[in-house]
Nanobody, 125 residues
Framework: QLVESGGGLVQAGDSLRLSCATS????????MGWFRQAPGKEREFVAAISRWGAGTDYVDSVKGRFTISRDNANNTVWLQMNSLKPEDTAIYYC????????????????????WGQGTLVTVSS
């Protein structure tokens, strides 16, 4: 079970840190990803991190503003979001991928096996 937290209402330019925690002892064996779904739009990839954090990937629209990180000892992955924009408004989902190969597949929603319920981020202008 993946549980996200940290969403909320902020103003443009502010920062938020999303967290995703699990009790799964196999957390370190998962590639972890963050996706988001804006109102009226399909869910899209935001960021991913390899099992031990050596590899990260970001959608172009968040590069330089968002940072994904993880702590395998505490079974947690974070998404630090800085310089937030109104277009970042969405429900943010944490996801776990059991396939360990680090490839372009980490951007594909269908590659992930477990999902959280999501946390809402609203950025006002």
């Amino acid at each position: 079970q993946l549980v996200e937290s940290g969403g909320g209402l902020v103003q443009a330019g502010d920062s938020l840190r999303l967290s995703c925690a699990t009790s799964e002892r196999t957390f370190s064996s998962y590639v972890m990803g963050w996706f988001r779904q804006a109102p009226g739009k399909e869910r899209e990839f935001v960021a991913a991190i390899s099992r031990w954090g050596a590899g990260t990937d970001y959608v172009d629209s968040v590069k330089g503003r968002f940072t994904i990180s993880r702590d395998n000892a505490n079974n947690t992955v974070w998404l630090q979001m800085n310089s937030l924009k109104p277009e970042d408004t969405a429900i943010y989902y944490c996801a776990a991928r059991t396939r360990v190969t680090w490839s372009s597949g980490v951007r594909r929603e269908g590659e992930y096996d477990y999902w959280g319920q999501g946390t809402l981020v609203t950025v006002s202008s």
